[in-house]
């Protein structure tokens, strides 16, 4: 994948869960699934940030380049969700300790998120940043 082509990765709808496009994404079904489309999500929309950037660039990136990298991408992504989708409440998580890593999903009432948001140690210690885009907004989560 080119980095053109990461900032212009559509995103689709499956099942009323937001999916990055790809051939399983099309045909997944959550039939199955059903009461956990929050991790059907997390787990299809996940991309390491060194594949979405290319791997030359990657040889002498630092993980703050990558964080930065992610960022932008997360900030497309959330724009075309905006768009396309308005009225979706995003949950994005960027970061990780062994490398870098970019998931979304949608917020459901009463549904729980990937992970525990108000397990601020975790995040911190998981390196991970976390942002909600709502009516259009994308802001970063406050951790502490």
């Known amino acids: 994948m080119t ?3 990461t900032f212009s ?3 689709i709808e499956v099942d009323e869960m937001l ?3 790809t051939e399983q994404a099309r045909h997944t079904s959550s039939s199955a699934l059903k009461s956990d ?3 059907v999500e997390a787990t ?3 991309r390491y940030v060194a594949d979405l950037v290319g791997h030359a660039f990657v040889d002498d990136a630092n ?3 990558l964080m930065i990298c992610g960022r932008a991408i997360m900030h497309v992504w959330s724009e075309c969700i905006a768009l396309r989708f308005p009225g979706r409440v995003v949950v994005f998580y960027l970061g990780g300790r062994e490398s870098v890593i970019l998931r979304f999903h949608v917020r459901r009432p009463g549904v729980r998120e990937w992970t525990d948001l108000s397990d601020r140690e ?3 210690q998981s390196l991970i940043e976390v942002f909600l885009l709502e009516d259009g907004k994308l802001e970063r989560l406050p951790m502490g």
């Open 19 to 21: 999916l990055l496009e």
């Open 9 to 11: 990765h559509p995103i």
């Open 44 to 46: 299809l929309n996940k």
């Open 63 to 65: 993980r703050d380049e």
């Open 37 to 39: 489309r929050v991790s």
């Open 122 to 124: 975790f995040l911190s």
């Open 3 to 5: 980095l053109v082509e």
